[in-house]
């Protein structure tokens, strides 16, 4: 299976509809907790003091393989750097950290530091050619209670993200028997679901997403799933974010964005989150998978993939602590 860019049509307008561009934005975040837990038992590839690589194994499913980074922060005002370079002013220090990023064209503004569509060009190196990417970026804060981490499901099925879906919404202990079927029917397949827009179900809206989470029926889903994990996050021993953002990044099809020659239209998907918890330290975690196109074979591809992507979490770590000194910093 290819990356496939979801086509623009299917994002709604907030100003014709507001509760289905909500519905929309919530399930990628949705689907950003979920990966979040799923890729937790990815086997290890590389580990530091300060950071873990962990990569998928091989997936009949899937022509490449998804990573997962951790990294550990502890110095002060890590989170409010991190927010500032990797949220609120993204598109402005994305080329700054990292080198091989030529360009970051603004293509498309949905709603501003929520919803937006970006072409980023990239330099290849070697004899491969330049890559380009038209890419749709979501992101959303959480603060207080809603920065709380959520009990999730854990199912190795395409369903994952409807099930983390209904086990949000007040309604869901009404599911159906035909929804039951389809999740059973699903297991072997790959673990990162699809595009909103193909075949998840309706979520709930941004408002209703923030209120207090109920918990679903203890037998609701019996036989289809683990069962979400204990919720340890009242124990005093245990770190609580306090606040969180997260970016997810997946392709998408804009005709302001077509092929540029010189340059072999790529796709990528990535979901990021950055947390502060409540004894001081910050953790970032960045989900990837990518798809090089053109005519790299998938082996070279994911080799190079997996190279750099350790490094770019060492490249913008030394970017923040570059401009701690510089004026920008001012700006935190």
């Known amino acids: 299976m290819v990356l496939t860019p979801i086509r623009r049509s299917?994002?709604?307008?907030?100003?014709?509809?507001?509760?289905?561009?909500?519905?929309?934005?919530?399930?990628?975040?949705?689907?950003?907790?979920?990966?979040?837990?799923?890729?937790?038992?990815?086997?290890?590839?590389?580990?530091?003091?300060?950071?873990?690589?962990?990569?998928?194994?091989?997936?009949?499913?899937?022509?490449?393989?998804?990573?997962?980074?951790?990294?550990?922060?502890?110095?002060?005002?890590?989170?409010?750097?991190?927010?500032?370079?990797?949220?609120?002013?993204?598109?402005?220090?994305?080329?700054?950290?990292?080198?091989?990023?030529?360009?970051?064209?603004?293509?498309?503004?949905?709603?501003?530091?929520?919803?937006?569509?970006f072409r980023y060009a990239f330099r290849s190196q070697g004899l491969k050619a330049n890559r380009d990417y038209c890419q749709l970026v979501v992101m959303r804060e959480f603060l207080g209670d809603t920065a709380k981490p959520k009990p999730r499901i854990f199912t190795p099925s395409?369903?994952?993200?409807?099930?983390?879906?209904?086990?949000r919404t007040q309604s869901s202990t009404n599911l159906s028997a035909q929804f039951a079927n389809n999740a059973f029917a699903s297991r072997a397949a790959s673990p990162t679901g699809s595009p909103p827009g193909k075949s998840l179900k309706p979520v709930r809206s941004m408002a209703d997403f923030?209120?207090?989470?109920?918990?679903?029926?203890?037998?609701?889903?019996?036989?289809l799933t683990q069962g979400p994990p204990p919720d340890h996050s009242d124990l005093p021993d245990v770190p609580r974010p306090i606040r969180r953002f997260q970016v997810v990044t997946v392709p998408i099809e804009h005709r302001n964005c077509t092929d540029q020659r010189g340059f072999v239209r790529a796709y990528y998907e990535t979901y990021e989150e950055v947390r502060e918890f409540d004894d001081g330290h910050v953790e970032w975690s960045c989900i990837h998978h990518s798809?090089?196109?053109?005519?790299?074979?998938?082996?070279?591809?994911?080799?190079?993939i997996a190279t750099a992507f350790p490094r770019e979490a060492e490249a913008l770590l030394d970017y923040v602590k570059r401009i701690r000194t510089h004026p920008l910093g001012n700006e935190y």
């Open 10 to 117: 299917l994002v709604p307008s907030p100003l014709e509809d507001q509760r289905k561009f909500d519905d929309f934005i919530t399930q990628y975040l949705n689907k950003c907790d979920d990966l979040l837990s799923y890729t937790k038992r990815y086997p290890v590839v590389k580990e530091t003091p300060t950071m873990t690589v962990q990569r998928q194994n091989r997936n009949p499913h899937e022509d490449h393989r998804w990573l997962r980074r951790d990294v550990c922060i502890t110095h002060e005002s890590s989170y409010d750097e991190l927010k500032h370079v990797l949220y609120s002013c993204r598109a402005e220090h994305l080329p700054r950290w990292m080198p091989q990023l030529m360009a970051v064209d603004a293509v498309e503004t949905v709603v501003p530091n929520l919803c937006q569509v």
């Open 291 to 304: 798809d090089f196109s053109g005519w790299v074979p998938s082996f070279v591809a994911d080799h190079s």
């Open 210 to 223: 923030q209120a207090p989470h109920k918990q679903p029926a203890h037998n609701q889903f019996a036989g």
């Open 158 to 167: 395409a369903s994952m993200a409807n099930l983390a879906l209904l086990s």
